[in-house]
């Protein structure tokens, strides 16, 4: 499978701890987003990376939250003293530059905060 | 206000109907607007993008209005298969970054 892979597809963890996801895009992509989605409501951008560097977050990205591209490859993203509001479907997608538009999604990563 | 706004249904027809979506957006700088399909429990992918002069693929048309900053949806002899969740999506802002700015998506039940 060459699509957006994300691991894990599901976290439940309790209030305070933290949680890491990974993201591997499509492999010749240099584009790489984190997108939050929430029951009911359409995927929320969080930031997005060229190659290494984070060009853009979001103000729905508080402190607790980081994310990383260390080799312009895979992408993790970091949540720490996780609250009950941060469960959501968090997905990954990626693209080519040049069709920045044209983004492909994994199919998520399910975060439960109990 | 949302930057992009759509109805959120659910819209129930029956197959072979023709249904059409609407969405809005606020922001006028907004340069490039995409159809998105979800289905239920999985990702969201492209369906089609939108142009100026409008755009047809198969049983589906795409339209965009500048300046009532309005994009529209319209699916032909709908099928069973179309029942989905339906984003509309804009790229906000001049310098095309590619950060999506998703509508809350209008729910499609497509009936026998």
């Known amino acids: 499978d060459t699509g957006v892979s994300q691991d894990p597809r599901h976290k439940i963890t309790k209030r305070g701890q933290n949680v890491t996801f990974r993201c591997d895009p499509i492999?010749?992509?240099?584009?790489l987003y984190w997108y939050r989605q929430t029951l009911g409501q359409g995927p929320e951008f969080l930031t997005y990376f060229q190659n290494e560097a984070q060009l853009e977050k979001s103000r729905l990205l508080s402190d607790r939250f980081s994310a990383e591209r260390p080799k312009g490859s895979f992408s993790t993203l970091e949540i720490q003293r996780t609250e009950q509001g941060d469960s959501a479907m968090y997905l990954c997608?990626?693209?080519?530059?040049?069709?920045?538009?044209?983004?492909?999604f994994g199919a998520g990563t399910r975060l439960s905060v109990l | 206000r949302k930057e992009v706004e759509q109805d959120p249904g659910p819209f129930n027809v029956p197959e072979g109907a023709t249904v059409a979506f609407n969405c809005t957006y606020s922001?006028?700088?907004?340069?490039?607007f995409f159809w998105y399909r979800q289905d239920c429990r999985k990702e969201p992918k492209l369906l089609m993008s939108?142009?100026?002069s409008g755009n047809e693929d198969g049983r589906f048309t795409a339209q965009l209005n500048r300046a009532s900053q309005y994009i529209s949806l319209l699916i032909r002899d709908s099928k069973l298969s179309d029942s989905a969740t339906y984003l509309c999506v804009v790229n906000i802002g001049s310098s095309n970054t590619g950060k999506l700015i998703f509508g809350q998506g209008t729910t499609l039940q497509v009936k026998p």
């Open positions: 939108v142009y100026s």
């Open positions: 997608a990626s693209s080519l530059g040049r069709e920045q538009n044209i983004q492909y």
């Open positions: 492999s010749e992509h240099n584009r």
């Open positions: 922001n006028s700088a907004s340069q490039s």
